[in-house]
């Protein structure tokens, strides 16, 4: 099985400042990744995935996440955080599992990120 | 489009009692999957589906089922509800394994 690691379950910044959340995550081959956000009472949407090609790679709301192979990451970034920021924010892995062309997405634990003003 | 509904968005059941969870998605995605919520615990997937009249269990399938007779619908049943069901559950749905998932706007169970 696949695991994700978000590392903080809580991360507070003040606005204007980086934002940095991490996620790293176990696969024996090359994974999809994905960064989703969930706002309060709400469902899940995709900020930004990695798939094929270009590693750093840009999603909405300005953030963006590099895949980095050699650690095994995939964290998050914005360089100047928003109040509209504030949200849960979830890493996922997708990969085929063992034998079968059918494949599964793997979440994180969340990280919630609150933005002082 | 109305993307991924979900109904109801909230019940409360009693111990023992059943229910059904509706998903219906109008994007005509194969890729459908049902996941519970549960505080720090992140999303855990308890079905999914890649067309009509094909299911498998995920991680979390012990007190659910599902079925899926149509593309658009795949509803997920709760027999004997307990306790340990209380949680947000979402549906969601995609193109394909590489394509992201779409969420629904999830139901919040509580079983007492």
């Known amino acids: 099985a696949q695991s994700v690691t978000q590392l903080g379950s809580h991360v507070s910044v003040s606005e204007g400042a980086l934002v940095l959340l991490r996620c790293n995550y176990s696969?024996?081959?090359?994974?999809?990744l994905f960064w989703y956000v969930q706002y309060p009472n709400q469902g899940l949407q995709l900020l930004l995935k990695y798939t094929t090609g270009a590693t750093l790679v840009k999603g909405i709301n300005g953030f963006e996440a590099e895949f980095k192979k050699s650690e095994t990451s995939f964290h998050l970034t914005k360089p100047s955080a928003h109040m509209s920021d504030a949200a849960e924010y979830f890493c996922?892995?997708?990969?085929?599992?063992?034998?079968?062309?059918?494949?599964?997405?793997?979440f994180g634990r969340g990280t919630q990120l609150t933005v002082w003003p | 489009n109305a993307g991924v509904t979900q109904t109801p968005k909230f019940r409360i059941l009693k111990i023992g009692q059943s229910m059904t969870l509706q998903c219906t998605q109008d994007m005509n995605h194969n890729y459908m999957y049902w996941y519970r919520q549960d505080p720090g615990m992140g999303l855990k997937l308890i079905y999914y589906s890649v067309g009509a009249g094909i299911t498998d269990k995920g991680e979390v399938p012990n007190g659910y089922n599902v079925s899926r007779s149509t593309t658009e619908d795949f509803p997920l049943r709760l027999e004997l509800a307990a306790p340990s069901q209380t949680s947000v559950y979402f549906c969601a749905s995609s193109y394909s394994l590489v394509y992201e998932q779409y969420f629904g706007p999830g139901t919040r169970l509580t079983v007492t």
């Open positions: 996922a892995v997708s990969v085929a599992d063992r034998g079968s062309t059918l494949g599964r997405l793997y």
């Open positions: 696969s024996s081959v090359p994974p999809y």
